[in-house]
């Protein structure tokens, strides 16, 4: 089994910055991708970033220059840096990871239960 567990969300005025960071832990061979998406009641999820193990990342077209991701494949993490923060921005954050078993070498696709990021005007 493979966890993801998140932290850093909470409360920020606008402009302000927060860190988010994640965790996998459990039965891994390696992990091909991370990502954080994001989710507003009634929309649909929506990529924020996502980056491979080799450090290629990708961000969703509404960062313009704000976000940064990061990962640390030793530790299986992946970060993300909110600067200028929008109360657009205001969302719950999962993390997500694609993730090759041992053994099989199967791939398997997890998520992180979430954590809420509030930017108050």
């Known amino acids: 089994q493979v966890q993801l567990v998140e932290s850093g969300g909470g409360l920020v005025q606008a402009g302000g910055s927060l860190r988010l960071a994640c965790t996998a832990s459990g039965s891994i061979a390696r992990i091909n991708t991370m990502a954080w998406y994001r989710q507003t009641a009634g929309n649909q999820r929506e990529l924020v970033a996502d980056?491979?193990?080799?450090?290629?990342?990708n961000y969703g077209d509404f960062v313009r220059g704000r976000f940064t991701i990061s990962s640390d494949n030793a530790k299986n993490a992946v970060y993300l840096r909110m600067d200028s923060l929008k109360p657009d921005d205001t969302a719950v954050y999962y993390c997500?990871?694609?993730?090759?078993?041992?053994?099989?070498?199967?791939?398997?696709?997890?998520w992180g239960q979430g954590t809420l990021v509030t930017v108050s005007s």
């Open positions: 980056i491979d193990s080799g450090g290629g990342a």
């Open positions: 997500y990871a694609d993730v090759v078993r041992p053994l099989s070498y199967r791939t398997l696709t997890v």
